[in-house]
DNA sequence: ATAGTAGTAGCACGATCGTTCGTGCTGTAC
DNA sequence: GTACAGCACGAACGATCGTGCTACTACTAT
């Protein structure tokens, strides 16, 4: 039994959030309990509960680790793309295997809050939340403009527009693979993504994209 | 002050259910609970538990009534156009209106409670929201395969992957709406849909469609 | 060796959860 | 007029919620 050492603290802090975005990912931000977080962690409710201030503070806590989570796994691998229409690509891919890595095990975390929290009143979790969305939709809307200043996808394209569509077929697949247990709706994700991107793409641009999936084919 | 009469339970069921399908639409139908939706209506907790036997009961006479709701704002309005592309091309329209109507105050109900459940493990409630869900995804569907069958889609268009498309569409709007407070995500779903339709649409069908646009204006 | 600090546990609080029970009122049926 | 069914109520149950307060332990710094 290991006793507990000077820099314990932020160790067992990152295994409260570890756990509670997982929790969190399944029952929801709201469903988190103090109680059944300690339980399954094996630990008293003050204990943990010592770690932050209110459940509002590990609330928010929870999002920044699920944040920081994300970024490494979706973000992070597609910025290894270069940047333009082939990095759109590969975000969209990117998220679609985070889904089917079950990174989190209900499921993508941001979708499981944005859906909690979209009905709800404004408030420091919320906010936090729509933050972390548009953030991500951002990117993808940045990376679709720049796709299309390098003449890849049509001048009279919208990245916004773009952006809505790409992460609505991403979106919907999050949400049909764990509803109906049927890993299938990631490549209808794909084919989406597909067909989304060769119609808006110019002819570099598919070239583009056709000579990203010859190197992996 | 009016006197309970014979015929008076059917009555506030019903605005039992009203009220719990509008909470739940907002908090989930986990964060419905017996005492707010008594204090809501002004009865007490026992009087409003005696017309169900547990909460699960309550939560699914709260989807039936939500189901009806849907059929009633969405589906049969729709269901007037001719069938085809038409009546998928209105299925979609329907679907934006009820959320831009606030039909329930939280957007889609059946969003919601789907989102809420997605990651959850199986059970009666969970069941009838996949229920619902894959039924309304049925609609959209059938709706494009008998659009294929009178020629108005390419033989080689998928029903069931412009069902996905389309609903993806749909869900997110749903979502954006609500979470940035911005209705024009309403034009970006009906921009995708009209964009998703056109491209699967044959010459007759985008007459089809455009004789539509026309007749209204 | 001593004081100080970080981390955890124990215990208790008021509130609220879903649920049960007994009671009373009202309108209908005999 | 009396019995009954339908409906709602108040009180109370054990459990769990978020949140404090106190005490103990292990380590660090002096």
Redesign the pocket.
């Known amino acids: 039994m ?12 990152r295994a409260i959030l570890r756990t509670a975005a997982d929790l969190a990912s399944v029952d929801g931000l ?1 469903g ?8 399954e962690l ?17 609330q928010l806590a929870t999002i920044e680790h699920a944040r920081q989570r994300y970024v490494d796994e979706v973000l992070s691998p597609a910025l290894s793309e270069p940047a333009g229409i082939v990095r759109l690509q590969a975000l969209c891919e990117s998220f679609l295997s985070y889904v089917a890595r079950d990174v989190f095990p209900g499921g993508c975390f941001f979708a499981a809050t944005m859906a909690e929290y979209d009905g709800k009143p404004d408030g420091p979790v919320r906010d936090l939340v729509a933050d972390c969305q548009e953030q991500w939709m951002g990117t993808l809307e940045r990376t679709a403009a720049r796709a299309r200043e390098e003449g890849q996808l049509r001048p009279g394209c919208d990245p916004r527009q773009l952006a809505f569509e790409l992460e609505a077929a991403l979106l919907a697949a999050n949400w049909y693979v764990h509803l109906h247990h049927d890993a299938s709706f990631l490549d209808r994700a794909r084919q989406a993504v597909h067909t989304r991107l060769t119609a808006e793409a110019t002819a570099r641009g598919r070239t583009a994209l056709g000579s990203v999936r010859q190197r992996r084919g």
Chains 1, 2 share one sequence.
């Open positions: 290991t006793r507990p050492n000077r820099a314990d603290g932020l160790e067992t802090r709201e988190i309990t103090i109680g059944r977080l300690a339980t094996g630990m008293s409710k003050s204990g943990l509960f010592a770690h932050f201030g209110s459940k509002e503070d590990l």
